[in-house]
Every structure is written in structure tokens, then in C-alpha cells.
């Protein structure tokens, strides 16, 4: 074997800018972390400005990162923000859309005015964010991705999902549809949807369960619940050169949830 086969990584992200949301916890951070191991440069997005920055200090000895506190609900800002990332750390080549909510409410008892903080947040963001990544200012112009995490909620009916459900099903329509009309820009279009991963966002839905129902729900996963890292793994597969000829796609990454 020559150095430079011993070299070569097809997950190479360096030289590359990628914008993260939802970087302060679980899968987002998880992706934060994968990515600044691959080289990249990153900006990192969240609501949450304390633990944003314990991500940051705790990634910048492995490059250049920079923490963005941002609420998200504020669609209208999103283009500005993002154009901001760009003027700190130069044009972008990739938003990974990672924040989300989550809520178990069953239809009979819906407060549209959750599901509407939902859409905007799962939802709205992502439209927002594609929409400044496509700008001519803001994209670096090669190696475009945008990734979305959606769900395996929304492919496989779950009681009292129904918003959540909705607000990530939308995303593969809108991953069909840029992957299509981004194409001749070179950016490709992908949502990951995962099953049940260990965050915080689990743990706060497990509250809410009735006895036994975790080890009933972990059962439905025939590899059992993921880690932040397995939908990571999935993310930096999609957004580095090895995932160049895929596009308008839906990547499941579940441990079996939806095989049977
Ligand atoms: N954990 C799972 O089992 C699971 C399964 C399927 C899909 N997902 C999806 O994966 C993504 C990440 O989830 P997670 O499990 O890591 O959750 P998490 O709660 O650990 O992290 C979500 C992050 O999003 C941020 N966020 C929430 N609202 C925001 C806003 N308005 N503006 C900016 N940031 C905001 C939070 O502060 C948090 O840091 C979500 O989109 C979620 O729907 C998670």
C-alpha cells in the first residue's frame, strides 16, 4: 500500500463549510462532533447558547468552529443568520437541519398552536434554510448537500404523533422536490429518517410513557434503540463525497424498526 492510499478517506469533509443545526444536543451535537473529526469547518446552530458553546470549546481543538445561538422559530431571520455564518467563515457547501420537536399529543385533544411551533421548527426551518444555501452568496458553488433529519414516525403510523409525523413527512417531499430543482446547482437533497436514538429528546417522550411501553418500544427495534452517532455515521455518508450519486432520498436508519 502506498501513503497516499493509506491516506485516502472517502468521508474527507476538509476544505468543506457545513452549517448544523440543533448542535447543542444528541444527534445534531453527535453530527457537530463527526464532522470536525472529518475536517470540516462548522457552524453551529441552536437555541440552547449554554450548551451551544460547551460544544464549541469542546470542539475547537480539532478546528474552526463557530457557535451561532438562534432560535429558529423566527423563519424570517434564518436567511440573515445564515448569510452571517458565511460572512465569519466563508460560503457554505452543506446545512444538516437536525433541530426538532417532538410532541405526543393525540388528536382529540391537538393545540394547533404546539403543531404550528413544530412545523416551524421541523418544518419551515428546513424550507428556510434550503432556500438560503441555494442563494448565490451563500453557496460555495460544489460538493452541495442539504440533509434533513425527519423520522421513521413519518412512514409508520404511531398514536398521538400525528403533528410530528406530519411536520417530518413533509421534509421528503421537499427533499424530492430540491433534489430535483438543486441538481444543476450540484446540491443533492436528503432526509435520514431514524428510529428510536438515545438523547435527551427520548428521555423527555419516555416520561410520558406508561410502564413497560420502553422496553415494549425498544422491541420494535430488532437492534435495539441507536445512537446519536449510528444517524451521525448515516449524516457525514450523505454529505461527503460518497453519497455524490444520491439524491432526493429517504435513508432509514433504525435498527429493523421498519422491517417488520
Ligand atoms: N432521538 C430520537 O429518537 C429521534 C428519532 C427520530 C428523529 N429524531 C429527530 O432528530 C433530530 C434531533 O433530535 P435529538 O433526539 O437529538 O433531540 P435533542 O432534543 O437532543 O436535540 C434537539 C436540539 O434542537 C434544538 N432546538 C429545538 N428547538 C429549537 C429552535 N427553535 N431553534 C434552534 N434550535 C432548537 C434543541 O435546543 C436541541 O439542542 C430532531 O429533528 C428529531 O425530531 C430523533
Same mark, same amino acid.
Given at each position: 500500500?502506498?501513503?497516499? *492510499?493509506? #491516506? ?8 468543506? !463549510? ?9 444527534? @445534531?451535537? /453527535? ?10 469547518? %462548522? ?5 440552547? #447558547?449554554?450548551?451551544? &458553546? ?6 475547537? /481543538? ?16 434564518? @436567511? ?12 457554505? !457547501? ?18 394547533? *398552536? ?26 460555495? @458553488? ?17 398514536? =398521538? ?9 413533509? %421534509? !421528503? ?7 430535483? &430543482?438543486? /441538481? ?21 417522550? &419516555?416520561?410520558?410513557? *406508561?410502564? =413497560?411501553?420502553?422496553?415494549?418500544? *425498544? /422491541?420494535? !427495534?430488532?437492534? =435495539?434503540?441507536? &445512537? ?33
Amino acid at each position: 500500500m502506498t501513503v497516499g *492510499e493509506a #491516506a485516502f478517506n472517502p468521508l474527507d469533509l476538509s476544505g468543506r !463549510h457545513y452549517l448544523v443545526t440543533g448542535a447543542a444536543s444528541g444527534i @445534531g451535537r /453527535a453530527v457537530a462532533e463527526r464532522m470536525a473529526l472529518l475536517g470540516a469547518r %462548522l457552524s453551529l446552530v441552536d437555541v440552547d #447558547a449554554a450548551a451551544l &458553546e460547551g460544544v464549541r470549546a469542546a470542539l475547537l /481543538a480539532r478546528g474552526v468552529v463557530q457557535a451561532t445561538p438562534f432560535d429558529l422559530r423566527d423563519t424570517d431571520a434564518i @436567511g440573515p443568520m445564515v448569510e452571517g455564518c458565511v460572512a465569519a467563515q466563508g460560503p457554505l !457547501h452543506g446545512i444538516v437541519h437536525c433541530a426538532g420537536l417532538q410532541s405526543v399529543m393525540p388528536v382529540r385533544t391537538l393545540k394547533l *398552536e404546539r403543531a404550528r411551533e413544530l412545523f416551524a421548527v421541523n418544518t419551515e426551518a428546513a424550507l428556510a434554510l434550503s432556500s438560503a444555501l441555494a442563494s448565490r452568496k451563500v453557496y460555495a @458553488g460544489e460538493h452541495g448537500a442539504l440533509v434533513f433529519i425527519s423520522s421513521v414516525m413519518a412512514m409508520a403510523g404511531s398514536p =398521538g404523533a400525528v403533528a410530528y409525523a406530519a411536520s417530518k413527512a413533509a %421534509l !421528503h417531499g421537499m427533499a424530492r422536490t430540491l433534489s430535483v &430543482e438543486l /441538481a444543476p446547482k450540484r446540491i443533492r437533497v436528503n432526509c435520514i429518517a431514524p428510529g428510536f436514538v438515545r438523547t435527551p429528546l427520548l428521555e423527555r417522550t &419516555e416520561r410520558l410513557w *406508561e410502564p =413497560g411501553q420502553r422496553e415494549a418500544v *425498544e /422491541a420494535q !427495534h430488532p437492534l =435495539g434503540f441507536g &445512537e446519536p452517532e449510528d444517524i451521525a455515521n448515516a449524516v457525514v455518508f450523505l454529505a461527503a463525497d460518497t453519497g455524490r450519486w444520491i439524491t432526493g432520498t429517504v435513508l432509514v436508519v433504525d435498527g429493523g424498526y421498519l422491517a417488520h
